[in-house]
């Protein structure tokens, strides 16, 4: 509000339009744009500040909170960037493991696979042994009891050489046997020996995964701490960035030399400050909060 419009509404005021609520209402919103501005003052011209006795300690602390803030924010680069090729390696070696255990899976299933087929045939050599046995006693008793019933020697010898030959079939299928049953028990202790190794590996892994997040853990909580402390840095900042404002703003007519210098040099957004206190103050007259 320019002082034309506070005198025509100053005389409708004297008539009875007072509308104070409306004139106070926009006193509070003006005051927030007032305080926005001067804020707007002291992040521009705080640089020009350091020669203003006034200002002095704002500007040196100004100064000493941006290279604080500088440094973590240069520190969190580091550590998001740590945090990346953490990540990446920790994907990589998810993957790594992941094919590792699916190869070592694959082995046991093909040991386990070889050792169920030699069970396969070691029931059938066993079965066909424990009929080579049966046809062997079934001839042992016939030689036994031709033996004694008057058997021809023609008839005895060729059932003495069908039991040579069955013993010596039946001899070879146990000696198969044999070597099949070795052969499943080596099958069986390789896919054990392969499930060792499983279990050895998701260990191991298991072991530098754990390792790798609680690092990851770490700089991730160091990065919320240095975060936090930038908030509060910036908190700081902006207190003492609006003081430097609110300072040039209350002496914007002052006679210091060093004052005068910076005002001058941003002196258009100071003449806005000014138009804002000056139309505050005309609502707040109107409101009826001063006189």
């Known amino acids: 509000m320019n002082t034309f419009g506070y005198i025509v509404r ?22 927030l744009l007032l305080n926005e501005a001067e804020y707007l003052l002291g992040q521009f011209a705080w640089k020009d500040a350091e020669n203003i006795e006034e200002l002095a300690d704002e500007y040196w602390k100004i100064l000493e909170v941006d ?22 390696i920790h994907k990589g070696l998810e993957d790594e493991i992941a094919g590792d255990i699916a190869t070592l899976v694959a082995e046991k299933t093909q040991k386990m696979q070889d050792s169920i087929a030699l069970m396969h045939k070691a029931q059938n050599r066993r079965a066909g042994a424990e009929a080579t046995r049966k046809k062997f006693d079934g001839l ?10 008057g058997g021809t020697r023609q008839e ?32 069986e202790a390789a896919a ?42 910036e908190r700081t900042r902006r207190d003492l960035v609006f003081a430097v404002g609110t300072f040039l703003s209350r002496n914007s007519q002052s006679k210091d030399p060093s ?23 005309y609502n707040r007259i109107l409101s009826g909060r001063v006189e």
């Open 67 to 88: 290279g604080q803030l500088a440094n973590l924010q240069t520190e969190i680069r580091g550590l998001e960037n740590e945090n990346e090729r953490l990540a990446s």
């Open 140 to 149: 042992k008793t016939k030689h036994k009891v031709l033996s004694g019933q």
């Open 156 to 187: 005895l010898d060729a059932i003495a050489i069908a039991m040579r030959e069955l013993k010596s079939v039946y001899n070879d299928d146990r000696q198969r046997l044999a070597d099949i049953t070795a052969k499943i028990r080596e099958a």
């Open 259 to 281: 004052i005068r210098a910076v005002v001058r040099k941003h002196r258009g957004i100071v003449a806005k400050i000014s138009v804002l206190q000056q139309s505050i103050n």
């Open 10 to 31: 100053r005389l409708a005021r004297t008539f009875g339009y007072k509308n104070e609520q409306e004139r106070l209402v926009t006193a509070r919103r003006e005051g």
């Open 192 to 233: 054990t020996a392969v499930e060792q190794r499983i279990v050895a590996r998701r260990e191991e892994s298991r072991q530098k995964l754990a390792a790798m997040m609680s690092e990851l853990g770490k700089s991730s909580n160091v990065v919320a701490q240095h975060s936090a402390r930038i908030g509060a840095l």
